[in-house]
């Protein structure tokens, strides 16, 4: 399988190193948060040299070992996403490589990325962005169920209505009463025309209770139900 190379965008994590743009765009931050940009693993990483041999400035599997870690194609390098975004220098603290500028050296990296994963700044870090996160996902999940809420009231509803339309139907067919009027084109509502048997059954079924019925001609209106009852042989 061949190699490929992708050009840098905004998602790239090194254009938010050591500056609060991010922070200022939750809907960006959101995204480098839970959406980072992945090469993928046959990415061609660029090569620098290093004791004589040229090596890559990074490894896929670390990429995968590491959620937190992000390659920048940018700064050639690989940084800890959630410092650049949320690290501050702090007591005793310097904050360096995979913070304010990428770990490109290769010969001590497995060490380098293990100790930064256990170290107390890189784990507030991490708290931090999983508090800023947490209330955009669960604000998202409430909108779905909602939606979902809706959407299944809606089919309940439709289904009732479905259910009063076929009990008329069925009960003309079996009293063998024809369907149609002598002008079907009026409205329920429409004293001057003869809508049918159909059609009036509706309406009787409406003004009888039926709750489905009712509740549908009070949003729509009984002017809704103007179309031609197709000709039954």
């Not at 090569?47 to 990429?63: A, D, M, P, Y």
């Not at 999983?130 to 289904?159: F, G, K, M, T, W």
């Not at 084109?185 to 409406?206: E, H, Q």
Request: proline fraction near 4%; aromatic fraction near 10%; glycine fraction near 4%.
């Amino acid at each position: 399988m061949g190699t490929i190379s992708i050009p840098a965008y905004t998602d790239d994590i090194g254009l938010y190193v050591s500056n609060d743009t991010a922070k200022n765009d939750f809907s960006l931050l959101n995204r480098l948060l839970t959406k980072p940009w992945i090469p993928p693993s046959n990415y061609n990483y660029p090569k620098i040299e290093q004791s004589g041999r040229k090596r890559s400035v990074c490894q896929h599997s670390w990429l995968v070992k590491y959620s937190w870690l992000s390659y920048s194609k940018m700064h050639q390098g690989i940084y800890c996403r959630y410092c650049v975004l949320f690290s501050r220098k702090g007591e005793n603290q310097s904050l360096g490589q995979l913070i304010n500028k990428p770990l490109r050296s290769l010969k001590d990296a497995p060490e380098y990325l293990f100790n930064h994963n256990e170290c107390n700044y890189h784990k507030l870090s991490v708290s931090q962005a999983i508090e800023c996160v947490s209330p955009y996902a669960h604000a998202n999940s409430d909108v779905n169920i909602l939606l979902n809420n809706i959407n299944e009231q809606q089919q309940n509803e439709n289904r009732r209505i479905l259910a009063s339309i076929i009990k008329c139907i069925l009960f003309l067919s079996r009293q063998n009463i024809v369907f149609r009027g002598n002008d079907e084109n009026g409205f329920l509502d429409d004293n001057n025309t003869n809508p049918g048997n159909f059609k009036s059954l509706v309406l009787f079924a409406t003004d009888a209770g039926d709750q489905a019925l009712q509740k549908k001609f009070k949003s729509s209106s009984k002017k809704c139900f103007i179309f031609k009852l197709a000709k039954i042989k």
